[in-house]
């Protein structure tokens, strides 16, 4: 890079130089550098065309504007960006999930796509298979090792009674790297597996993305800690996470997509199952300690990444603040067509429409026969909260539509572009 830089100067020097020099010959006014009407100057002016020409598009490569190409993407998080993970391991998300685009469940907390599926399909690469799901997979454009309720730290209680996934941020990894292990066994093997795994210099060319740490946050909450005790493990909680990056590029991976954490405090969940004050309660409903540790979680996660920029030399890393897009939609559902940013859409009952004993896809037995008891709204696609604790298609779509040119990242480089480091 700083030798790019070191030639970009010399030849603007150079151009500098080369004007001074022909500008007799290009008469007086500096708008006649652009045309070329005296015989003599011709030659001249387009030697100095082509050098400015040459200094013009020079840092679009030099700065990264060519498209990466990304073979692969390997995602690691939670029920923001699981596509399977969690239903494999301990029963499919229920109906009406998958209801507006897969038309069946299909293993995501949605009616429809999830911000990771609109991701893949701009690099053009096909919806990310579960690393566990054990039917129909191929992985030749990467895996999710995503599931729903994950952590970044280890919990030490059980699904069944905390509701946080065991495949904890460790245990993605520890996937990862067998995925990663057994594939180049594997790809020796035969064409069969070749056609269903990724090729081997996909894993240093890939995108590895990250959504996960909104689960920490609430976790503690759900142990009854306070919000000054939630903030004081979250140094944990990021060294944790800094250590699985680290390991990631420690296998090949170069370039990483982190997402933020969102305004938890604006979901239902949160709204309905813990008691906060009015005055906790800030102008479009959302409870303020909760967004506040998430945006405490934030600053430290972008600090983080500074620091992994250093100690990672050859990592293209991008922050990107999914916080800000959500709280946007959120505050300002009715200007982006959206409306009650704060009622689930599947639910049953209450301010929220959430009930936390009857979540999405609910049924009970009535007369012998069963009935759902908590579907979906007439028209998700005007609503931004599915389920009480996830979005819908609509909004997913929105929010992938806001972060994928860059403006909500730091580096502030479109998603194509994520494999280019920045270090100017
Ligand atoms: C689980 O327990 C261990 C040992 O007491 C502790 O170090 C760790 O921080 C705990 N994890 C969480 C998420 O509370
Ligand atoms: C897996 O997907 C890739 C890309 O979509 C495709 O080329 C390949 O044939 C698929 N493998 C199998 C076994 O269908
Ligand atoms: C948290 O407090 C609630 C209400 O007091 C109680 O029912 C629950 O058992 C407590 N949870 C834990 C993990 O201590």
């Known amino acids: 890079m700083i030798l790019f830089l070191y030639i970009y100067i010399y030849i603007c020097i150079l151009i500098f130089r080369l004007y001074w020099h022909y500008k007799p010959i290009l008469s007086s006014s500096s708008l006649s550098l652009f045309w070329l009407s005296p015989m003599e100057s011709r030659y001249s002016s387009s030697v100095f ?16 504007l060519r498209s990466c190409h990304f073979p692969a993407i390997f ?3 939670d029920s923001n960006s699981d596509t399977g993970g969690l239903s494999a391991a301990f029963g499919q998300a229920p109906h009406p999930n998958g209801v507006t685009y897969f038309h069946t469940p299909s293993g995501r907390y949605s009616d429809g796509r999830l911000v990771i599926d609109f991701i893949a399909e701009s690099l053009g690469l096909p919806y990310l298979s579960a690393y ?5 997979s191929n992985f030749s454009h990467g895996a999710n090792f995503a599931t729903a309720g994950s952590t970044i730290r280890p919990q030490n209680t059980t699904i069944s009674q905390s509701g946080y996934s065991p495949i904890s ?8 790297s067998d995925f990663h292990r057994r594939t180049q066994i594997f790809l020796k093997k035969g064409e069969l597996f070749k056609k269903l795994l990724p090729k081997e210099d996909s894993f240093s060319q890939a995108l590895y993305t990250f959504d996960i740490g909104q689960n920490d946050l609430t976790a503690g909450y759900k142990l009854n800690l306070t919000t000054e005790q939630v903030k004081a493990y979250v140094p944990d909680v990021l060294s944790q996470l800094y250590n699985t990056i680290k390991n990631v590029y420690g296998q090949g991976g170069r ?18 199952r ?15 300690p909760f967004n506040e540790v998430a945006q405490y979680f934030n600053i430290r996660l972008k600090a983080l990444v500074a620091q992994l920029r250093k100690d990672l030399p050859e990592a293209a890393i991008t922050y990107v603040d999914v916080y800000s897009v959500k709280y946007t939609l959120i505050s300002q559902a009715k200007k982006y067509g959206f409306k009650l940013p704060l009622v689930a859409c599947c639910g049953h009952g209450g301010k929220y429409n959430f009930n936390n004993n009857m979540r999405c896809g609910s049924k009970k037995t009535i007369k012998g026969k069963e009935v759902l008891i908590a579907k979906s709204c007439s028209n998700p696609s005007v ?19 806001q972060i994928s040119d860059g403006s909500f990242s730091d580096p502030p480089i479109p998603l194509k572009m994520a494999c280019h480091r920045m270090d100017l």
Request: net charge negative; with cysteine.
């Open 274 to 288: 813990y008691l906060v004050t009015a005055a906790q309660i800030d102008k479009y409903g959302c409870a303020t």
């Open 169 to 176: 941020l460790n245990v993605q990894f520890i996937q990862f």
């Open 49 to 64: 065309l082509f050098l400015l020409w040459v200094v013009l598009s020079f840092p679009s490569s030099t700065f990264g």
């Open 132 to 136: 566990l799901d054990s039917v129909g």
């Open 75 to 77: 995602n690691f998080g």
């Open 383 to 401: 609503r931004i909260n599915w389920d009480g604790i996830h979005f819908t298609e609509a909004a997913n779509k929105w929010i992938f539509e």
């Open 255 to 272: 370039s990483f997509w982190i997402h933020n954490t969102g305004p938890v405090g604006c979901l239902p969940y949160i709204l309905d």
